[in-house]
């Protein structure tokens, strides 16, 4: 018996949790929307002089099978829920039929707190 991952469990978590984006090739009209579940996580590094630096991982987690066309590195992404942009940094493919796509942000990401 085959169990469909895909349909069982990405289709789903994908409706609950995925935001809409817009992908833009370098020097081409913009893709039609399509979307991916957002993440984004903090990191400190203490550094020797006791101070911290903090930096943003921001990254798309997409399904495959729903991207005619693959996101690629130098393309731009709007989040059209906040109309933030991001340059995509990198396309990573999990093995699974799913990809994480890296971003880097446009403007700065300031975090509070």
Not at 76 to 94: E, F, H, Q
Request: charged share 15%; no cysteine.
């Amino acid at each position: 018996m085959t169990i469909d991952f895909g349909k069982l469990v990405v289709g789903p978590a994908m409706n609950a949790f995925a935001i809409g984006v817009v992908f833009t090739p370098p020097g081409q009209a913009p893709l039609p929307q399509s979307r991916g579940v957002w993440s984004y996580r903090t990191s400190d590094v203490v550094l020797e002089d006791g101070s911290r630096l903090s930096t943003v991982d921001i990254s798309l987690g997409i399904w495959g099978s729903e991207y005619p066309v693959m996101p690629q590195s130098g393309w731009k992404m709007r989040n059209t829920v906040n109309g933030s942009d991001y340059l995509v940094d990198a396309v990573i493919p999990d093995g699974q039929g799913g990809w994480t796509v890296r971003l880097k942000a446009l403007t700065p990401v300031l975090v509070s707190g």
